[in-house]
């Protein structure tokens, strides 16, 4: 009735490919509430990720939500040491922040919570595999070369920072690199006007590096409220965050004292420390084997799914949701 397979059947009767908050969950409440023998994999531990680079945890704990607010917390206090002289406050030098210590404390707590994923796994009876899991048949998955069966494969693998193809990209940091640089940015260019640009513009703003905010459209924040939109703007420039609107980025350049020039469809304004993309992220679907058992997917790599009817089995099922803002995929092999 739960959907377990005969003992000896298969290894597992779930086999999860990475162990985000979708896939750990997933894996954690298969074992505990039905029973099911549950193997997850996941690839070592990385703050920025890779190919071969992951960590238990996933996007949301080690290179997003989690460690953003870290940073978050850090840079709101430069605005509250401007706020106390008008409450009586008065000292005679102003407050200094050392970046290497804000990142070391950061990377203590994501290691932290590495441990309470390993525990909550553990306590379920999950078997935890390290390494990069592959999809060899629908009932077969490879992890660095060794082989697991399982009555059903889900796919929780999340995304990762998407990059436009333009000269000089090679130049730029993503979200992931933002997290976890060697040094705060003096003078820092962000491209995109979604919520994650705005919010490291933010973060950095806070921690007084010089912002320029580069957005396609002209306004940031496409898709929210119209006054919601104009009033963040409004106030971000008030804190001195510098908006290009309608700017569209061409090229990047590095200049032999190690300075970044960015050039847009308007003009090239040069003297960045770093320059950052947060221009949306694409499903991590890469190299998982999903073509050759037949797994339809489009052009950025996300699984084409069809409606889902309630009480069909059907050979191959697919269902696609989202979590902290991410996509976690679903694959359940049925047969």
């Known amino acids: 009735p739960n959907g377990s397979s005969s003992a000896g059947e298969y290894d597992y009767d ?3 490919i990475g162990a985000g908050s979708g896939g750990v969950r997933a894996s954690r409440f ?8 549950a193997a997850i994999c996941e690839m070592p531990f990385s703050t920025i990720s890779a190919d071969d680079l992951g960590g238990l945890g996933g996007t949301c704990v080690l ?3 989690v460690p953003k607010k870290l940073l978050v917390y850090a840079s709101k206090f ?3 040491f401007e706020e106390s002289h008008g409450f009586g406050w008065a ?3 102003d407050p200094k922040h050392d970046w290497s210590t804000l990142i070391a404390n950061k990377n203590t707590e994501l290691q932290r919570l590495v441990g309470i994923y390993k525990n909550i796994l553990k306590n379920a009876n999950v078997d935890l595999i390290e390494g990069r899991g592959k999809v060899v048949d629908p009932h077969t998955v490879s992890v660095d070369g060794k082989l697991y069966t399982a009555k059903n494969i ?6 990762r920072p998407s990059m436009p193809d333009i000269p000089g990209i090679e130049h730029v940091i993503d979200s992931d690199a933002a997290l976890d640089l060697p040094s705060k940015p003096e003078k820092i260019a962000i491209v995109g006007g979604g919520y994650i640009a705005l919010e490291f513009a933010g973060i950095f703003n806070g921690l007084k590096s010089d912002v320029h905010v580069f957005i396609r459209q002209p306004k940031v924040l496409r898709g929210f409220d119209e006054e919601v939109r104009d009033f963040v703007a409004e106030q971000m420039s008030l804190r001195g965050i510098t908006f ?6 061409q090229a990047i350049t590095k200049s032999n004292d190690g300075l970044l020039s960015l050039k847009t469809n308007k ?5 960045f420390s770093h320059v950052m993309f947060a221009t949306g992220r694409k499903p991590n679907t890469k190299n998982l084997g999903l073509e050759e058992v037949g797994v339809k997917m489009d052009k950025k790599g996300a699984i084409v799914v069809g409606k889902i009817i309630r009480g069909l089995q059907v050979p191959l099922a697919f269902i696609v949701t989202m979590t902290s803002g991410f996509f976690v995929i679903y694959l359940s092999l049925l047969g």
């Open 154 to 159: 889900l796919i929780a693998v999340g995304g």
């Open 14 to 16: 779930l086999f999860t």
């Open 244 to 249: 290009h609107t309608e700017h569209s980025p």
């Open 63 to 65: 290179r997003g939500c």
């Open 91 to 93: 000292y005679d030098t």
């Open 267 to 271: 003009e090239t304004i040069g003297g």
């Open 78 to 80: 430069s605005h509250e």
């Open 30 to 37: 298969a074992s505990t509430l039905y029973g099911a023998r």
